[in-house]
């Protein structure tokens, strides 16, 4: 009867084993997929793949100003990392494309953040991480800037996320037309008191996501303190103290001194970083 139960509790010791060797391989196989971040200004939504495998109580997202190989090593695993959520989240998913959001607030513009994101099970465990990655929030938007002194919209701190005259001591550029022909300029051409901005042409169009990927490989790009614009262009601005926006132009609406144009930005609050 001894060796019975010897061999019994042997069999569920085994059994244990191979369960926790299927829950670790669980768990590096359901790390979650397909990571993207959007910053803006003192926010960021993120967005992954839906969990396709069994039931889970939800996600924890993961918002540190430090990569996590530095926390805790080359495994990156650890559950004392904490996160962003303190409450699993259960999951904004549209059924259609499977892919959760999930929006964050409160955060630090300038600051560098490294995101990622867990499947919570039932019990309290976890998955591995999904992929990390750099972000740094900043303003971002679309604005409408008037011709030259034609309105108090002629102009846009970035740095501040703002309109403000085009001959403001802070204001970054301003937009006008001449000969049929539409330009963005530096304040610097109105008075060289003004703050000096330079424009550059991107070799390229596309989505946001595609051109922030394609300026990593650009080398140096011819500039100055105006340029010719044009519908879908994307412009690379760099401000006096060596911070970068990036610009795409919507859109033109009006003639003559009536003439506006929409621009979407995204501005890199970090001097010297294209970071978007």
């Given amino acids: 009867m001894r060796r019975v139960v010897i061999i019994a509790g042997v069999i569920m010791m085994l059994a244990g084993c191979d369960r926790q060797r299927i829950s670790d391989e669980m768990r590096a196989t359901d790390a979650p997929q397909d990571l993207g971040v959007e910053a803006g200004s003192r926010m960021m939504a993120v967005s992954w793949k839906q969990h396709s495998g069994g039931l889970i109580s939800g996600y924890y997202v993961y918002i540190n100003e430090e990569p996590r190989t530095e926390r805790r090593g080359e495994d990156a695993v650890s559950e004392q990392i904490q996160p962003f959520n303190r409450i699993p989240f259960a999951g904004d998913t549209n059924p259609d494309d499977g892919i959760v959001h999930f929006v964050a607030e409160g955060l630090d513009n300038g600051a560098k953040y490294y995101v990622s994101v867990r499947v919570v099970y039932p019990d309290r465990t976890l998955s591995w991480p999904s992929v990390e990655i750099p972000v740094v929030c900043g303003p971002r938007g679309v604005i409408e800037l008037s011709f030259r002194f034609r309105s108090d919209h002629d102009g846009y701190s970035f740095e501040k996320d703002n309109y403000v005259r085009a001959d403001a001591v802070d204001n970054d550029l301003y937009f006008f037309c001449k000969d049929g022909i539409d330009y963005l300029a530096s304040p610097s051409r109105l008075d060289g008191f003004l703050r000096t901005s330079n424009f550059s042409t991107l070799p390229f169009k596309g989505e946001l996501d595609e051109v922030k990927t394609r ?62």
């Fill in 215 to 276: 300026i990593a490989t650009l080398g140096r790009l011819l500039s100055g303190d105006r340029i010719v614009i044009n519908k879908g262009d994307w412009l690379l601005l760099r401000t006096p103290q060596d911070n970068y926006a990036l610009v795409n132009v919507l859109g033109f609406d009006g003639v003559g001194m009536e003439r506006t144009v929409s621009l979407f930005f995204t501005y890199s609050t970090l001097a010297g970083e294209k970071s978007f």
